[in-house]
């Protein structure tokens, strides 16, 4: 106990003294520059902040942005999680998919927004954005957990003759959790960025990226850093939300990997 609370000043001294120099940097550079619409300080940016609190929009604008991605990530991990244990399960599945799950990680953003805009309408492009970029995570975190399942484990099961369903919850299930909330956990501020983007690019109205995109057509530095900050902040909760929400979940499939090893010799 006493270790613990010797850590916790230190952490405490850690982010402050990092605060210190990031802010630091920030007013020396906006001193040094010297023009506000290029380079706005950290005052004038808190005070623009302060501003934009005060207002009934700003909440409703960020909690429409917060809802759409929110929708958009939980659809990814739901049909990346599915699609990935099938083709973990299956070559053939295997090798229809993964040109497909390479191409969508591995093209850029920005095209798939602009067709999207051409397919869907304007309002539902950063729910579908941020499912696009989410499930290949998805998908390739659960194959990757379920394809380092112990070997020795599969043997055993096949001695003591278990069917498919007790391998996937004894053996698969235990083995693609950690990876699998590893993805999901990655895929969180991918999927924020990328649907913050798409409501930037498509202009959709009432949302963190159109604000966003009003700031920068009206030179209005302050309260465009003040919107790049809000986002951070979101992102940060959106991560610190999800994560705990798949600790709750998954907290009972981990604890069951070693079921199958203390009841083996029974």
């Known amino acids: 106990m006493q270790?613990?609370?010797?850590?916790?000043?230190?952490?405490?001294?850690?982010?402050?003294?990092?605060?210190?120099?990031?802010?630091?940097?920030?007013?020396?550079?906006?001193?040094?520059?010297?023009?506000?619409?290029l380079?706005?300080?950290?005052?004038?940016?808190?005070?623009?902040?302060?501003?934009?609190?005060?207002?009934?929009?700003?909440?409703?604008?960020?909690?429409?942005?917060?809802?759409?991605?929110?929708?958009?990530?939980?659809?990814?991990?739901?049909?990346?999680?599915?699609?990935?244990?099938?083709?973990?399960?299956?070559e053939i599945l295997k090798s229809i998919f993964k040109p497909f799950l390479t191409a969508v990680k591995t093209t850029p953003v920005v095209s798939f927004i602009i067709l999207a805009l051409i397919w869907i309408e304007r309002d539902g492009v950063p729910v579908f954005?941020?499912?696009?970029?989410?499930?290949?995570?998805?998908?390739?975190?659960?194959?990757?957990?379920?394809?380092?399942?112990?070997?020795?484990?599969?043997?055993?099961?096949?001695?003591?003759?278990?069917?498919?369903?007790k391998k996937l919850k004894y053996i698969y299930l235990p083995s693609a959790v950690p990876s699998f909330a590893s993805a999901c956990e990655t895929a969180i501020g991918l999927g924020w960025k990328a649907g913050v983007a798409a409501e930037v690019i498509c202009m959709s109205r009432g949302t963190v990226g159109y604000a966003l995109k009003n700031s920068q057509v009206y030179m209005e530095t302050a309260e465009l850093f003040a919107w790049t900050g809000i986002i951070i902040v979101i992102s940060l909760v959106l991560e610190k939300l999800f994560v705990s929400?798949?600790?709750?979940?998954?907290?009972?499939?981990?604890k069951k990997g070693g079921y199958f090893i203390e009841h083996s010799g029974k």
């Open 3 to 37: 270790v613990k609370l010797k850590k916790v000043p230190k952490k405490i001294l850690n982010a402050s003294l990092a605060l210190a120099f990031w802010l630091g940097l920030w007013l020396i550079l906006s001193k040094k520059i010297g023009i506000e619409l």
């Open 39 to 90: 380079f706005p300080s950290p005052l004038s940016v808190a005070v623009t902040l302060r501003e934009m609190l005060t207002q009934k929009e700003f909440y409703s604008v960020c909690l429409r942005s917060f809802f759409r991605i929110t929708v958009g990530y939980m659809l990814g991990i739901a049909s990346g999680g599915i699609l990935g244990s099938l083709i973990s399960f299956s």
């Open 129 to 165: 954005i941020t499912f696009l970029m989410v499930m290949p995570i998805a998908a390739a975190g659960i194959l990757t957990g379920i394809n380092s399942a112990d070997s020795e484990l599969l043997e055993m099961a096949d001695a003591y003759k278990f069917g498919f369903g």
């Open 245 to 254: 929400l798949f600790e709750l979940i998954f907290k009972k499939a981990v």
